[in-house]
């Protein structure tokens, strides 16, 4: 059923309903499903083009749906329907999940919108959001950095192999990302990426999320459901937050990578783990040994090839280029185009960053709602990033702005044809053009959000003439412009 449309109701008046109106509309194939049998339609047809899901159990269920369907079917617009005088209270993750709502009763302007949105090229929709996965992909490990350079050369000797990788690092560092990375130049990147957060789910749903679980298995176990494991089969696990797994589940897993095989939940039938495991975790595993919290034995099997994420505050001479790729990702995906003062930078350059690049990502966003087609200056940035920076630095910026208004002054006169009066007490000639040019390059620089060489052709002057200067002026490079 290449493309079909799914519906998925408790109430079948309400969803052959729907579908009658749907196959008036000449759009086929449809499919009606309920709680039961959902999953069977979903598994089969990884292209849906439209899924709308009515009732289907309680809340938690419905969440799980939508996850379900995100991971199986990524292209599908899911639409949930609801009764007009009974909207459904849609809690954060579904909300987060850009879910279309569809009152009943069914209006044809209703439905034509949402079909009309899920038939919108398809080929290219779906390229375009391979393009934007790529990019996030690549953001975090952006720099020349020996620490970043180094992560990006153990991705490329891992990935080919079936080694099981370990990432250690603080949160926000981009530990997903290196997961994304060896998964997708590994063997395996034309099978599924599958993350868990381990950390996330309850500690008694953690097996029926990797292992599935059969019709019965407990209560509430209406209909037979695939885990983590079958969804990943021929591509890649991703365990997020490994520290933080239970230790009755740290025992199962064990025995899943030993022997390679597992059971769903109420069945005595093994099945083949075909999946490659990356684990992730900003916990000190070794204290948690130590203090009888993680298996050391099941540490070992995780930690054969290990990947340790270094800190923003440790990579800080790779601010400029994350920060011109946040604001390039942002003018292409907004845009919302954003420059941001070179004072600004040497602040955020003395934050210590505990968020790491994913609070560096957020702070672009704000800056971008803040100052939208704007320039960041220092007084843009929140009170504790400014808090950070040195005072000395501060008033020196001062006394710098103070000479680059007078040089600017200067030069515009000169450039009318004017002639500029020297100061009652004269001045010093060389020390006067010496200022003017290391304030037009860091104007250029600015302009150029930190790219040598487009500062370079900003200032109609070679590349390695603008370095040579950069260097003399002790002004540091943003990016090398290649």
């Not at 022997?259 to 783990?273: H, L, M, N, T």
């Not at 302009?447 to 540091?476: F, P, Q, W």
Request: hydrophobic share 40%.
């Amino acid at each position: 059923m290449k493309n079909a449309l799914l519906v998925i109701d408790d109430d079948p008046v309400r969803a052959g309903e729907l579908c009658f109106l749907l196959r008036f509309l000449e759009e086929h194939p449809v499919a009606q499903a309920d709680a039961t049998n959902w999953r069977d339609y979903a598994e089969r047809d990884s292209e849906l083009r439209c899924v709308f899901l009515g009732q289907c159990g309680n809340q938690d269920l419905i969440v799980d749906a939508v996850q379900t369907i995100r991971t199986l079917a990524p292209r599908a617009v899911v639409v949930l329907i609801e009764d007009a005088d009974q909207p459904h209270a849609l809690p954060t993750l579904l909300e987060m999940a850009h879910i279309v709502r569809l009152s009943r009763p069914f209006y044809y302007s209703q439905l034509s919108q949402i079909l009309v949105k899920s038939q919108q090229n398809p080929n290219r929709d779906a390229k375009s959001a391979s393009t934007r996965r790529n990019a996030e992909l690549f953001r975090s490990l952006i720099g020349n950095s020996p620490s970043i350079a180094r992560v990006r050369e153990l991705i490329q000797r891992v990935a080919p192999s079936e080694s099981t990788v370990m990432i250690l690092g603080e949160s926000g560092t981009g530990k997903e990302v290196v997961a994304r990375n060896i998964h997708y130049y590994s063997n395996r990147s034309q099978g599924p990426f599958v993350p868990v957060n381990c950390g996330a789910i309850p500690d008694n749903l953690l097996e029926s999320e990797l292992f599935g679980h059969e019709k019965g298995a407990f209560t509430g176990a209406i209909s037979a459901r695939r885990g983590r494991f079958e969804l990943a089969r021929g591509g890649t696990l991703f365990l997020d937050e490994i520290g933080d797994m239970p230790l009755n589940m740290q025992v199962k897993l064990l025995r899943v990578l030993q022997e390679r095989a597992f059971e769903r939940v109420g069945s005595d039938r093994s099945i083949e783990a075909d999946v490659r495991i990356i684990t992730a975790t900003h916990r000190d595993l070794d204290d948690f040994i130590r203090t009888g919290k993680f298996r050391e034995d099941l540490f070992y099997r995780l930690n054969v090839f290990p990947i340790e994420m270094p800190t923003l505050r440790e990579r800080i001479e790779d601010l400029p280029l994350l920060v011109n790729e946040l604001l390039q990702r942002m003018a292409h995906d907004q845009g919302t185009r954003l420059s941001l003062n070179t004072t600004v930078l040497r602040c955020l350059a003395h934050y210590p960053w505990p968020g790491n690049v994913r609070e560096l990502a957020n702070l672009m966003e704000r800056l971008a709602i803040m100052k939208p087609d704007g320039r960041v200056e220092l007084d843009d940035l929140p009170a504790k990033f400014r808090a950070y920076y040195p005072a000395e630095l501060a008033e020196s910026e001062s006394v710098a702005t103070m000479h680059s208004t007078t040089a600017g002054d200067h030069q515009g006169r000169l450039a009318a044809g004017e002639a500029v009066a020297l100061p009652p007490d004269g001045l010093d000639l060389r020390q006067y053009i010496m200022d003017l040019e290391s304030s037009l390059i860091q104007t250029a620089l600015e302009d150029a959000n930190g790219v040598v060489a487009h500062a370079a052709s900003l200032l109609k002057m070679r590349r390695t003439t603008l370095v040579e200067k950069m260097r003399k002026y002790n002004i540091r490079r943003g990016e090398d412009g290649e």
